[in-house]
């Protein structure tokens, strides 16, 4: 398999810059996902990556074979650029039966009558569709389109997929169950993969790079892992890790912990060497590491606040809690007991549970 390289990447629709100076690649057999709300110029990498979207500027290589540049005048149409597709509408053709839609792409490359019945029975057993063979797309479960979707773009082994929100028509059982599947299938095809989301939760299950988008830029990139410990912004911050931010400024920064002045007093957090004295920070606090008091404590890191909202977010109550102007987002177990919205309690913030970056 190859790398997918997208360097400077410009595409501007009008006024506005729907993608600008994005660089980054996609290792081989890897699984990148680009995360980001909605009209952060996400699908428009992506389009420009699959040949349907002609960017204003930069370079776009897969393995060796330069697809697109603007400097030289490369532009290769989509057929010839080796890639799978998928759309978050599957575009299935609704007349065709789920044999018929996953032959399509091999009929087009015109190969033997034996090869593509083969390969699609390969395929189809892959994405666990056989005895299905025969049915017409619109009378397949959600769940069993999105398959179809799926096999059509990996039956030509292609050397890169692309996937635009492909599960975000399903409902959440079953969008649970195809992430897992997804990711076992991308495994065993070794097939190098980017994918587009807003959502963190896929973004975190799936990638093995997530390069978080914002504006038409990249704001962060990096292991899942590394993004959620360690995120460098509070853009990045808030969107993976669903972090609250506070503003601050540093008090003493040492080897082993660091003190900083915030709403509400002083907070002692995790050693930082990159921060200087006097220096205005963000804090991202973690949520679920906060600790809650319902009576009145003092000593260190505790903070008084006031509860401002109230969710049921399924398994979790999730609480706004407001600390001067700030709001800081926790979840808790109902079996812990419910907060009123108005009451005053006091927050633990466990040295652990908090990051300070730059902005
Ligand atoms: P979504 O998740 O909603 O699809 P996105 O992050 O994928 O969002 P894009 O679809 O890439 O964002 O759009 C980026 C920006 O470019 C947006 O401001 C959008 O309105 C604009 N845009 C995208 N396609 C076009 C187009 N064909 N014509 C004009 N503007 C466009």
Redesign the pocket.
């Known amino acids: 398999m190859v790398a997918v390289t997208v360097e400077a990447l410009v595409k501007r ?2 006024e ?1 810059i ?1 993608v600008n100076n994005v660089t980054f690649t996609a290792e081989s057999e890897k699984f990148v996902t680009l995360l ?10 992506l389009r420009s990556i699959a040949g349907v979207e002609e960017p204003d500027g930069g370079t776009i290589s897969v393995g060796k074979t330069v697809v697109f540049s603007k400097s030289a005048g490369i532009m290769l149409p989509p057929e010839k650029r080796g890639m799978g597709m998928v759309y978050q509408s599957y575009a299935l053709w609704p007349h065709l039966s789920v044999f018929e839609n996953i032959a399509y792409p091999l009929k087009v490359r015109k190969l033997s009558k034996q090869e593509v019945k083969r390969r699609v029975l390969d395929v189809v057993e892959l994405v666990r569709l056989s005895g299905l063979e025969t049915r017409l797309v619109p009378n397949l479960s959600g769940g069993q389109q999105q398959r179809v979707a799926l096999a059509r773009a990996i039956v030509y082994n292609p050397a890169v997929l692309l996937l635009d ?1 492909p599960l975000s028509n399903l409902d959440a059982p079953l969008r649970e169950e195809m992430r897992a599947e997804l990711k076992s299938l991308q495994r065993k095809i070794k097939v190098t993969s980017i994918y ?1 989301t ?1 959502d963190r939760t896929e973004a975190l299950s799936m990638s093995d790079r997530i390069i978080v ?1 914002g504006n ?1 830029e990249i704001q962060a990139m990096g292991t899942p892992q590394r993004l959620l410990e360690d995120p460098p912004n509070s853009y990045a911050g808030m969107l993976l890790g669903g972090m609250s931010v506070v503003d601050g400024k540093i008090i003493h920064a040492r080897e082993t912990s660091t003190e900083v002045e915030m709403a509400g007093g002083r907070l002692l957090c995790k050693g930082n060497s990159d921060l200087k004295e006097g220096q205005p920070v963000k804090v991202l606090i973690r949520g679920p590491r906060v600790r809650v008091h319902e009576t009145a404590r003092t000593g260190s890191n505790i903070f008084p606040v006031l509860v401002d909202s109230v969710t049921n977010a399924g398994l979790f109550i999730e609480y706004k809690l407001k600390l001067d102007n700030h709001l800081i987002k926790i979840l808790r177990d109902p079996l812990e007991g419910t907060l009123s919205e108005g009451k005053e309690v006091f927050i633990e913030i466990p040295s652990d549970a908090c990051v300070l970056v730059r902005e």
Do not use: I, L, Q, R
């Open positions: 629709f009008g506005t729907a980001g709300p909605s009209g952060c110029g996400k699908t428009t990498v929100e587009v807003h988008m038409g």
